[in-house]
């Protein structure tokens, strides 16, 4: 296994070992999921009549991410540059079509948890859309390549080709979000249950949360994140999984979309089981909350987050797709690799226990159940 992590900068993933370049562009626009499927759909078709029929957009809870590979050769990535620019262009005359539903239960659970249904815009929305596909602003990642200046010197041409000015600072240094972030009310808890075509059942409890003040508080989510519910062996997954058998692959995960943020816990279930993990959710947040975390765990935090950082960035499509997931705000951005688990631990310092205690209190969280049986009265059925 080939590594460059020792000389690569820590906000752009990089990986040697091919002539392949892997380029992933997302956009967060703040539009629900059937606009979202909308526009991803006219990028697709955009991409294809400038020759780009390997590339494609597809809609996801963290936004619309276009992906396409390309030789890492000067000569190649001018081509894809050039392809880019002509593709930025077209946009301005692409149809926008019809939206697509969702297709999974995770993109409906993502919907349901999101968006709300509204078809009352008719031609103003349409008009809408195709004003806002022209003006996407896109970060830029690249991997593979055979070193370090062949990524950088592709990412400036892409970036130029798209005329966004991407910087290369970590998200929270970026300048729409170093000014004091809007506050938004958080909406009354809600207990809702969707009734669906599924075979299994879906629980989930989420809660909206203020953007982090500072690398130290975004580090120390994501760390009291893994001893909670983001790994196996984590507290969540042993009293889910391996005390109740409710569920093989619970877990929980930090969501930034749309300028919100949010934490979010899944259970994945047997019809039937709903209220007895709805339960287990409830303990286990009463659980966590209800003790300092010790120094044992958050070292055991550390060490697989950074492991698991250093194993994202080992191939070429792990690479963009893990940058892409620090955009999303489920790792810190720009983790640095090189320090150590007591180091990272360090980093965050008291927000670990603030964190704690404001985001793992039980109260205050919504709750979600998708499940091929009608409700049983403990929720609102949609």
Same mark, same amino acid.
């Given at each position: 296994?080939?590594?460059?992590?020792?000389?690569?900068?820590?906000?752009?993933?990089?990986?040697?070992?091919?002539?392949?370049?892997?380029?992933?562009?997302?956009?967060?626009?703040?539009?629900?999921?059937?606009?979202?499927?909308?526009?991803?759909?006219?990028?697709?078709?955009?991409?294809?009549?400038? &020759?780009?029929?390997?590339?494609?957009?597809?809609?996801?809870?963290?936004?619309?991410?276009?992906?396409?590979?390309?030789?890492?050769?000067?000569?190649?990535?001018?081509?894809?540059?050039?392809?880019?620019?002509?593709?930025?262009?077209?946009?301005?005359?692409?149809?926008?079509?019809?939206?697509?539903?969702?297709?999974?239960?995770?993109?409906?659970?993502?919907?349901?948890?999101?968006?709300?249904?509204?078809?009352?815009?008719?031609?103003?929305?349409?008009?809408?859309?195709?004003?806002?596909?022209?003006?996407?602003?896109?970060?830029?990642?690249?991997?593979?390549?055979?070193?370090?200046?062949?990524?950088?010197?592709?990412?400036?041409?892409?970036?130029?080709?798209?005329?966004?000015?991407?910087?290369?600072?970590?998200?929270?240094?970026?300048?729409?979000?170093?000014?004091?972030?809007?506050?938004?009310?958080?909406?009354?808890?809600?207990?809702?249950?969707?009734?669906?075509?599924?075979?299994?059942?879906?629980?989930?409890?989420?809660?909206?949360?203020?953007?982090?003040?500072?690398?130290?508080?975004?580090?120390?989510?994501?760390?009291?994140?893994?001893?909670?519910?983001?790994?196996?062996?984590?507290?969540?997954?042993?009293?889910?999984?391996?005390?109740?058998?409710?569920?093989?692959?619970?877990?929980?995960?930090?969501?930034?979309?749309?300028?919100?943020?949010?934490?979010?816990?899944?259970?994945?279930?047997?019809?039937?089981?709903?209220?007895?993990?709805?339960?287990?959710?409830?303990?286990?947040?009463?659980?966590?909350?209800?003790?300092?975390?010790?120094?044992?765990?958050?070292?055991?935090?550390?060490?697989?987050?950074?492991?698991?950082?250093?194993?994202?960035?080992?191939?070429?499509?792990?690479?963009?797709?893990?940058?892409?997931?620090?955009?999303?705000?489920?790792?810190?951005?720009?983790?640095?690799?090189?320090?150590?688990?007591?180091?990272?631990?360090?980093?965050?310092?008291?927000?670990?226990?603030?964190?704690?205690?404001?985001?793992?209190?039980?109260?205050?969280?919504?709750?979600?159940?998708?499940?091929?049986?009608?409700?049983? &009265?403990?929720?609102?059925?949609?």
């Amino acid at each position: 296994m080939t590594t460059t992590e020792a000389v690569a900068a820590p906000d752009i993933p990089r990986r040697g070992g091919t002539d392949l370049l892997y380029v992933a562009l997302v956009a967060r626009p703040a539009v629900d999921w059937a606009d979202r499927t909308r526009l991803a759909r006219a990028m697709t078709l955009a991409l294809h009549e400038v &020759g780009l029929h390997a590339g494609r957009a597809v809609a996801g809870p963290e936004g619309i991410v276009v992906t396409c590979t390309s030789r890492a050769r000067e000569w190649d990535i001018d081509i894809l540059a050039t392809s880019l620019t002509t593709w930025r262009e077209r946009l301005h005359s692409t149809p926008v079509a019809g939206a697509q539903p969702p297709t999974s239960p995770a993109e409906l659970i993502t919907a349901l948890t999101f968006d709300s249904v509204d078809d009352s815009a008719g031609p103003q929305r349409e008009g809408r859309l195709a004003a806002l596909l022209p003006t996407l602003v896109f970060d830029v990642v690249v991997s593979g390549g055979g070193n370090t200046g062949d990524l950088d010197a592709a990412r400036d041409k892409i970036c130029r080709a798209l005329s966004t000015g991407v910087d290369d600072q970590p998200p929270l240094a970026r300048p729409e979000e170093s000014a004091a972030p809007e506050t938004i009310p958080e909406p009354v808890a809600t207990r809702r249950w969707a009734r669906v075509p599924v075979r299994s059942s879906w629980v989930r409890w989420y809660r909206f949360l203020t953007p982090p003040a500072d690398g130290s508080e975004q580090l120390a989510r994501s760390l009291v994140n893994v001893a909670f519910g983001g790994v196996h062996g984590s507290l969540l997954v042993d009293l889910v999984r391996r005390e109740r058998g409710l569920s093989y692959s619970p877990q929980s995960t930090l969501l930034h979309r749309d300028g919100r943020h949010l934490l979010v816990i899944d259970v994945q279930t047997t019809p039937g089981d709903e209220s007895s993990c709805d339960a287990a959710i409830r303990t286990a947040l009463e659980t966590f909350s209800a003790e300092p975390l010790s120094d044992s765990t958050m070292l055991a935090a550390a060490s697989y987050l950074r492991g698991r950082t250093i194993v994202d960035r080992d191939h070429m499509q792990g690479a963009a797709d893990e940058r892409a997931a620090v955009l999303e705000g489920s790792l810190p951005s720009a983790l640095d690799t090189s320090r150590t688990p007591a180091e990272l631990c360090a980093s965050a310092g008291t927000a670990i226990s603030r964190t704690l205690h404001d985001l793992y209190r039980p109260t205050g969280f919504h709750a979600l159940v998708m499940s091929p049986n009608p409700c049983n &009265g403990k929720w609102v059925e949609l």
